[in-house]
C-alpha cells in the first residue's frame, strides 16, 4: 500500500492510497486524489493529539463517515550514532517503544520542520524510514519534494474533511473496539463455514494491530 506525507507550517497529513496514481505529484495539481477513507492521519500542531478517519468496522457499524481523536503519550526518544543516506538526505537513527511495540526511526534535519508519519512524533526534522523490530510495519520514503504548496483542491478537500467532523469526532479507543468486534465476527463467519472438526490456529487480534497495547484511564479519586 503507498502513502504519503504533507507537511506544512499548520499541520501534517499522512494517508494512504489504493490506485496505481502518483498521489505525490496529484497533491500539487487541481487535481481529485484517490485517498484511502480508512487511514488518512491529520496532526494539527497540537502535541500527544491526532485526528484520524473512521475504520472500515466504524463506518459499517455506523453506516456513516467521521474521524476519531487520539490523544496519546508523548514517545521518548533515544538517538543513537548510526547514520545512513536515504533519497540523499544524511538520516540519524533513533529508537522507541510504543503501546507494544519497538520501532527504528531513521529522520533527518536537513529538512527543515517536524514531519512524520502516522503517531511519531517528537524528533527534529523529517522522518523517512520507519520499521518496528519484528518488521510487521515498515515504511520507506521513496521520494520527496520540497518548497512547493499543496493544491488549493487538495487543502479544500482536507479542511472540508476537518470541518465536517472534527468536531463531532470519537475517541480512538472506541474506533479500535469496532475494528477487533468486526473482525472477529469475520472470523467466527470463516470458522462456521468450515467443516466439522476442522482445527484452526488463529493469532490473537491484538497481536496484528500495530498498537498491542493501549493506556488504561486513570480512576479519578473520590473526595
Request: aromatic share 14%.
Amino acid at each position: 500500500m503507498n502513502a504519503t506525507l504533507v507537511g506544512t507550517s499548520d499541520r501534517t497529513v499522512f494517508f494512504y492510497f489504493n490506485s496505481n496514481e502518483d498521489a505525490k505529484d496529484n497533491v500539487f495539481k487541481n487535481t481529485k486524489i484517490n485517498i484511502n477513507p480508512y487511514y488518512l492521519f491529520i496532526y494539527e500542531n497540537q502535541p500527544g493529539v491526532i485526528y484520524k478517519s473512521f475504520s472500515f468496522a466504524s463506518i459499517d457499524y455506523l453506516k456513516k463517515g467521521g474521524m476519531t481523536v487520539d490523544k496519546y503519550p508523548k514517545m521518548v526518544w533515544k538517538l543513537t550514532n548510526e547514520t545512513k543516506t536515504i533519497l540523499g538526505y544524511k538520516c540519524q537513527m533513533a529508537n522507541t517503544s510504543f503501546r507494544g511495540r519497538d520501532y527504528d526511526v531513521w529522520f533527518t534535519t536537513e529538512i527543515p520542520g517536524n514531519y512524520f508519519p502516522w503517531k511519531f512524533e517528537g524528533l527534529p526534522g523529517a522522518i523517512l524510514s520507519f520499521s518496528d523490530k519484528e518488521q510487521l510495519f515498515t515504511t520507506k520514503a521513496i521520494s520527496v519534494t520540497q518548497n512547493k504548496n499543496p493544491s488549493v483542491e487538495f487543502e479544500e478537500r482536507i479542511n472540508k474533511y476537518v470541518s465536517k467532523y472534527k468536531g463531532s469526532a470519537m475517541e480512538y479507543k472506541k474506533d479500535v473496539e469496532n475494528e477487533d468486534k468486526w473482525l472477529q465476527e469475520r472470523r467466527n463467519e470463516r470458522r462456521a463455514s468450515l467443516p466439522l472438526g476442522t482445527n484452526v490456529f488463529v493469532s490473537p487480534l491484538i497481536e496484528l494491530d500495530i498498537e498491542k497495547k493501549k493506556e488504561k484511564k486513570k480512576k479519578k479519586k473520590k473526595p
